[in-house]
């Protein structure tokens, strides 16, 4: 009687209510990874994001919420590559047995360089996690998605393979329309100063050299000796301009523009998306953004 009650209520809902209830459950750990998984996912998914708009997932302190999200979803998207230190504990407190997409798998990763700074407790030889600063890196991140998808919800494979594709075409158009942007910039005016290093991967994309004054990570402070030592190369190498980002305090970027002169080019996206509202609330739109400021900024 009990599951004759249950199919007749089941019936009566609205289709609408009856495809929300069979949605599949995902949980993305950063805003940017929860729009490729709404590209991805289309109607046939419910992600929620854990780091949410204008969030810094560097220093992210996880919550009970949090813990009951990914109890409750079937599958869990990470960037992996060191990104999120926080995530394995809020895993194991959660005790859920959701199956884990390594949204960078597959992808080679950059190591930092000489003169990089990535925390406290990495350095030279560290990975960089910053990956989905190269478009070409985001397109292998969307087919990883995809398949992560496909495997936990086959009956929905066709649909997210089809939104996927669609996605894919839109990054792939993005990545030449930013080759093209910067192949304007003469070689000599490609070079910008930016508030943490979170751009690695898109200098090494696009040929344009990025100097941070604090290291990959929003973790570490710069000291004053650091901060001499960006305002002599500015001045030295002529770097026309300084960025700020959404995720950083913007009054040292703006001491080292006041001390030498560089033009403060505007604010740039590296790790979190805006809200609906704002400049980027998309990875697409996030990338065309960074890509505009930075070629109006140098071309001046």
Do not use: C
């Amino acid at each position: 009687m009990i599951l004759v009650g249950v199919a007749a209520a089941w019936a009566i809902l609205p289709a609408s209510a009856q495809q929300d209830a069979t949605k599949l459950e995902v949980v993305a750990t950063f805003s940017i990874l929860g729009d490729f998984a709404r590209n991805v996912g289309g109607d046939r998914v419910d992600v929620t994001t854990l780091v949410g708009p204008n969030g810094d997932v560097h220093v992210y302190t996880p919550t009970t919420a949090d813990a009951e999200a990914i109890r409750k979803a079937r599958l869990v998207i990470v960037n992996g590559l060191g990104l999120e230190g926080w995530l394995p504990r809020l895993v194991k407190s959660s005790g859920g047995n959701a199956t884990t997409v390594v949204a960078t798998h597959g992808i080679v990763p950059r190591k930092v360089a000489a003169g990089e700074i990535l925390s406290r407790d990495r350095g030279v030889g560290s990975v960089d996690p910053h990956a989905w600063q190269s478009v070409a890196n985001a397109e292998i991140y969307v087919a990883n998605i995809r398949d992560g998808m496909v495997a936990v919800d086959p009956a929905n494979a066709a649909t997210y393979r089809a939104n996927a594709s669609a996605y894919l075409a839109k990054l792939e158009t993005l990545d030449r329309d930013v080759r093209e942007a910067v192949a304007s910039l003469s070689i000599e005016r490609r070079k910008v100063i930016s508030t943490h290093d979170a751009f690695g991967y898109f200098a090494a994309a696009y040929d344009i050299r990025f100097v941070a004054p604090e290291g990959v990570s929003t973790e570490t402070e710069p000291s004053a000796r650091d901060i001499a030592t960006i305002i002599a190369q500015i001045k030295k190498e002529k770097i026309p301009a300084v960025f700020l980002e959404n995720i950083s305090d913007p009054r040292l970027m703006r001491q080292i523009a006041s001390e030498t002169g560089a033009a403060i080019g505007g604010t740039l996206y590296s790790d979190s998306l805006t809200a609906k509202d704002g400049e980027a609330p998309g990875y697409i739109e996030m990338i065309r953004h960074n890509t505009r400021t930075i070629a109006r900024a140098l071309m001046e």
